[in-house]
């Protein structure tokens, strides 16, 4: 069974009436929508067409927001609906990178992300979705997709019928019929600053980026807005998880590389600890009920790889601070045996992040193939880093720091490249032109600003006659380049929000 809607543009007039019973029915918060009808025109006066798509959830045969969500709070129900569990939902908002589709939002005043649930209330007794009962113009059909006798799978098999986005390969069950193809193709037409009533929501003020081709004579001129939901909590995540991972990644050479002392036998793992934690603040903090943060343990999706990274991080939150008490207590060859254990969890720390970015099959830019080894890179950048400044005497830790910031910049550069999916590709151009804060072009000053002030501070501090502030410089180059992956963390995590997906 699979429950399912198709839309008959033939009939659709653009009225939202749908848009307002779902409102009403549902309690949609003002700003927020489960259905909505989008503008698009074609052509140029006097010969000008406008178009509408409805859109909303398709309830997905492969659902990608149930496969990511953490705490079990999004289900495939037997009849095939896609339902959200408001209580259980500790708002991270993983579903909204997961939904390829701007489906789902966040109640700002619960805290929970809400979804067309496909009116499951009313269908249960037997009643069809609010929008169904309400179009004037019976252009929204429901109904059983797998019962060959229901009239919505009689119209798909009689007609040819598009669905949204069929290279994400998620299987949609909404069908639309005499739909203007460019409404189902996001970032296909122009996005003009005003809309018809109004001007553009503000969320994502950056301009489209130039070099990525529009459809002639097409723009939308009403739609709905959707917020970057993933920000610089985020980057700060990676950044901070990468330093821990590298402290942990660089312990077990601690004395070849000039390590001594306290520096050697205590500081990889003070790191490593400390900016765990830090790591698990940002996690939390970003969470819209952060008091619900340990149902990720008592009822957890073993599927989500935030559930699965939370795990890694809690072992290494264990034998980390196992290595301290065994060197506090004298056991020096447990405790180097602890810190090859601790690297092997610090690749773990650096890489899931690329398994749970895989499944944001909304964010075609995080899905790179390039992307675990990138994040060890930046774990070595990040470990190198910040024990660099502590070496005593001739050290290769600086060497290991100017050859991983040498990879991360290359890894950078491929990723940038045009190259995947029609998302990927916006996202990618959208790199260049995305702004933090009130920096215009962040992109730029990450990759040349940050590398070639290290490069500067790394080649004067190998001059022999500046050894006493030595230290001093490595600091320096540490900070620009931790400053530098910061930045960039932050355009690449907001340039793959930042294409339509709807």
């Known amino acids: ?66 496969t990511i969500c953490p705490v079990n709070a999004l289900e495939k129900r037997a009849d095939g609906i896609v339902d959200l569990d408001r209580d259980a939902c500790i708002g991270c908002r993983a579903c909204m990178q997961g939904c390829p589709y701007d489906a789902i939002y966040l109640n700002e005043d619960t805290g929970s992300a809400e979804k067309c649930h496909f009116c499951a209330h009313r269908v249960e007794k037997g009643l069809e979705p609010a929008c169904v009962i309400v179009c004037p113009e019976s252009a929204i059909v429901a109904g059983d997709l797998h019962d060959p006798q229901s009239r919505i799978a009689t119209m798909v098999a009689e007609h040819e019928t598009l669905v949204r986005r069929p290279e994400q390969r998620t299987g949609p069950n909404v069908h639309y019929l005499g739909v203007e193809p460019s409404s189902l193709v996001p970032g296909s037409a122009e996005r003009p600053s005003t809309y018809l009533w109004s001007d553009r929501p503000p969320d994502k003020p950056e301009p489209w980026p130039a070099g990525v081709a529009t459809l002639p004579d097409t723009r939308v001129v009403l739609d709905v807005g959707h917020e970057v939901e993933w920000g610089w909590h985020v980057a700060g995540y990676l950044v901070t998880k990468g330093i821990a991972a590298g402290a942990a990644m660089v312990a077990p050479f601690a004395a070849d590389v000039g390590l001594q002392g306290f520096a050697g036998d205590w500081l990889p793992e003070i790191v490593a600890l400390v900016f765990t934690m830090i790591t698990t603040y940002l996690l939390v903090v970003d969470l819209g009920r952060p008091k619900l943060f340990l149902t990720l343990l008592t009822r957890p999706n073993t599927k989500s790889w935030l559930v699965r990274g939370a795990w890694i991080l809690i072992a290494f939150s264990i034998t980390v601070p196992a290595a301290m008490a065994a060197r506090w207590f004298g056991f020096t060859d447990v405790a180097e045996t602890l810190r090859w254990l601790n690297a092997g969890l610090g690749i773990s720390v650096a890489g899931y992040t690329a398994f749970l970015f895989a499944q944001c099959e909304g964010r075609d830019l995080w899905q790179s193939r390039a992307l675990l080894p990138h994040l060890l890179v930046q774990a070595a950048l990040c470990g190198t880093a910040v024990l660099m400044p502590f070496t005593t005497g001739p050290s290769e830790l600086p060497l290991w720091f100017a050859a991983a910031l040498g990879l991360h910049v290359a890894f950078s550069n491929f990723e940038a490249r045009p190259h995947g999916t029609e998302n990927a590709r916006q996202a990618k151009a959208f790199l260049k032109v995305a702004r933090i804060g009130n920096l215009k072009r962040p992109y730029r000053l990450a990759m040349v600003g940050g590398t070639s002030g290290v490069a500067v501070l790394l080649a004067v501090a190998n001059l022999h006659r500046l050894h006493a502030i030595a230290p001093g410089l490595l600091l320096a180059a540490a900070v620009v380049a931790i400053a530098g992956l910061f930045l960039y963390e932050s355009v690449y995590i907001r340039a793959g929000q930042l294409p339509p997906l709807s």
């Not at 929508?33 to 045969?61: D, M, Q």
């Open 1 to 66: 069974m699979q429950y399912g809607f198709l839309i008959d543009h033939r009939r659709c007039i653009g009225c939202h009436a749908c848009t307002v019973a779902c409102k009403a029915e549902n309690e949609v918060p003002v700003g927020s929508f489960r259905t909505w009808v989008k503008y698009t025109e074609k052509g140029r006066f006097p010969a000008i067409k406008r178009h509408f798509a409805v859109l909303r959830c398709n309830h997905c045969s492969s659902a990608p927001c149930v």
